[in-house]
């Protein structure tokens, strides 16, 4: 380790709280930006890497003889156009009349029917959605969704038991949307009138949506319908009609994502609600599309989401107009990045790395004693058959070279042109219904500071951004680089035999391939681990052990194998390793922000992630000499061994 990170670390503290240990000075004088909700180790190599490229794409602004690819030119306008508030402020809401016009005009079901197709590919919010995905059960081809809408606020729970979040955040969100409206040219009172009646329906929708912690377990969107009693599901919408314009023909069958939802449609979405629907369309499309207008419009909208957060401010003009740029070209803009600044000496060590814990992971399982020999061995396959991707992916995704600005000098304005966008991204998602899936695609951009595995593609992928200091470095020692991405791509790993990953076979497909007495035991080593979390207070609430439940499983297996891996090498300083876990989890974040964690977020808070994993393994107690009566000391018994 070098000398300024040992400075940093407190020895003192291991004993009694690692994560305070290794943090404690960090977290007496880190600032949280005004424009964020948290700072350190995720939040701090994201901005440096928005001000790199930011600062690359002003000074490419003015060059033009460099060969890139096309949709790179069309990046570069775009976030010229979004970085224009002057032309954005001097057309204030008039680029949303003519949408608003659209809903106002609407008067009855039949209305809607008529333009119903329009509506979906240009991306008006409905009760309803429709889209095209991997099948999971036969991963290779892709099927149609049908999805519920969301909420005004977070989650359903909010809804309930009068929750106080919903007194307190409720009137926030109605003085935004109000205040919108207003500057949209609606009068005040026209507007509260508005407001009122599109929550209404919001109402009738929440007892009948999935919670967030329902949602964690996605195999249950899995429910396959029949399309024909899937269309007899709605007296007013005309599904048929409308899947019969979508796409070429109607399939037979539809997968329903939450069929509470869809069984209670008729009390929700009916003649008598119309009015308050048409209006609850009206303001969802709104405050989704305030942050392509002006000034005044773009500080409006995010009131709400920074009252969520706790952000003091919104983001800085010119860096929303970079985010909005790149979440439109993000695998352009990845491609410019992983290319200029992730170097294949790192992507070989970090392939070598991954590699070595695909081998510890293989023999853990060969030797795994509570697994059944037919369990084992499909577990063994699965992991045989994994897929790795480390840095960027071969090819720009085809969607992004469809994307044609058109600029203010032939008349286009940010608004029209995130309207095309959409469009062009709707109907190429929906151009690939019954076709062979691209199992090549990524998910991410290679300039995220991320990581994920993709169960239906088992697969792994790791993005070039999140291969740096103090996850990645050739100039750290192994050990820290095993406690850092080490940990990391053996969460990932781990993913492939969590509560939900453990559903999947070897091909992504869901498919049952344990033993019911295997299952039934996993089970239980799962239920030990929501019960480690479970309740655990945090930010003036409590730590909900089933949400978090197969992030814990992922960092468990991960932390654990990366410890192994780390023994394996030539140089081995556990001390090392265990420190530089506790500081890729180092975070500051506003209260509010970690109330609205806890309530939708499947991991746990990053002091958790730090603080509790290491417990479960028995090199962190000889590494520090963890004694009964330490603060850092978990009963033998209580440990959660599962990976």
């Known amino acids: ?310 952000k003091k401010s919104a983001t800085p003009q010119k860096k929303s107009a970079f985010y909005l740029a790149s979440g439109v070209f993000g695998q352009t803009v990845g491609d410019y990045y992983a290319k200029k600044y992730f170097g294949p000496k790192a992507k070989s060590d970090v392939e070598r790395m991954v590699r070595s814990m695909i081998a510890i992971y293989k023999k853990r399982l060969q030797n795994n004693t509570w697994l059944g020999e037919a369990t084992r061995k499909k577990a063994v396959v699965k992991l045989d058959k994994l897929e790795l991707h480390v840095g960027y992916p071969e090819k720009i995704d085809e969607l992004e070279f469809k994307y044609k600005v058109v600029d203010e000098n032939k008349g286009g304005n940010l608004l029209e042109n995130m309207m095309a966008f959409g469009k062009i991204s709707v109907e190429d998602n929906f151009a690939k219904l019954g076709k062979k899936v691209d199992r090549s695609r990524w998910e991410m951009s290679a300039a995220t500071v991320n990581a994920y595995y993709n169960p239906s593609f088992n697969s792994i992928v790791f993005p070039a951004a999140i291969l740096q200091a103090p996850f990645y470095s050739l100039k750290q020692s192994s050990s820290e680089n095993y406690g850092g991405i080490g940990a990391v791509i053996a969460h990932e790993i781990s993913h492939a035999f969590d509560n939900n990953g453990a559903k999947f076979d070897e091909y992504g497909n869901m498919n049952n391939w344990w033993t019911k007495a295997d299952n039934e035991y996993f089970k239980k080593l799962a239920n030990k681990m929501i019960k480690e979390f479970d309740g655990i207070p945090f930010a003036g609430s409590k730590v909900n052990g089933k949400l978090t439940v197969s992030e814990n499983i992922a960092d468990a297996g991960g932390l654990s194998c990366a410890n192994e891996a780390a023994k394996e090498e030539d140089e081995t300083d556990l001390k090392a390793f265990f420190i530089n876990w506790g500081r890729i989890w180092r975070m500051k974040a506003i209260k509010q922000y970690q109330q609205l964690l806890l309530n939708i977020d499947v991991h746990a808070p990053n002091v958790l992630r730090a603080n509790v994993q290491v417990k479960n393994l028995d090199d962190f107690y000889s590494t520090f000499d963890v004694k009964k009566g330490d603060g850092m000391y978990l009963p033998e018994d209580q440990r959660v061994k599962i990976w």
């Open 1 to 310: 380790m070098t000398e300024e990170k040992n400075d940093s670390v407190d020895t003192s503290l291991i004993k009694d709280d690692l994560y305070a240990a290794v943090n404690g000075n960090w977290l007496k004088t880190a600032k949280i930006p005004a424009d964020h909700a948290t700072t350190g180790g995720f939040t701090d190599l994201n901005d440096n890497i928005d001000k790199t490229l930011m600062s690359d794409f002003d000074k490419l602004a003015k060059q033009d003889d460099e060969k890139r690819p096309a949709p790179f030119y069309e990046f570069m306008k775009l976030y010229q156009l979004a970085a224009n508030f002057k032309k954005r402020d001097a057309d204030a809401g008039d680029p949303l009349k003519p949408y608003l016009d659209k809903i106002e005009d609407i008067s009855s079901f039949e209305d809607l029917n008529n333009q119903i197709s329009g509506w979906i590919k240009n991306g008006f919010p409905l009760p309803f959605g429709f889209g095209v995905e991997p099948d999971m059960k036969n991963t290779q081809i892709n099927t149609l969704y049908a999805g519920a809408p969301g909420l005004f606020l977070p989650d359903r729970t909010y809804y309930e038991n009068n929750n106080p979040a919903y007194k307190q955040l409720m009137p926030i969100f109605t003085q935004m949307a109000n205040q919108l409206l207003v500057l949209a040219d609606y009068s005040a009172s026209e507007a509260s009138e508005i407001v009122e009646s599109a929550k209404k329906f919001d109402q009738e929708i929440a007892p009948h949506v999935k919670s967030a912690e329902e949602s964690a377990d996605y195999t249950k969107f899995y429910n396959p319908t029949k399309f024909a009693d899937f269309a007899k599901t709605s007296n007013t919408f005309d599904f048929t009609t409308t899947v019969k314009q979508l796409f070429e023909k109607i399939p037979e069958e539809i997968i329903v994502e939450q069929p509470k939802y869809f069984k209670a449609f008729n009390s929700i979405v009916n003649d008598a609600n119309f009015s308050d629907m048409k209006n609850w369309i009206l303001i969802k499309f709104v405050i989704s599309h305030a942050g392509f207008l002006s000034e005044d419009f773009r500080q409006t909208g995010s009131t709400f989401s920074r009252a969520l957060s706790g």
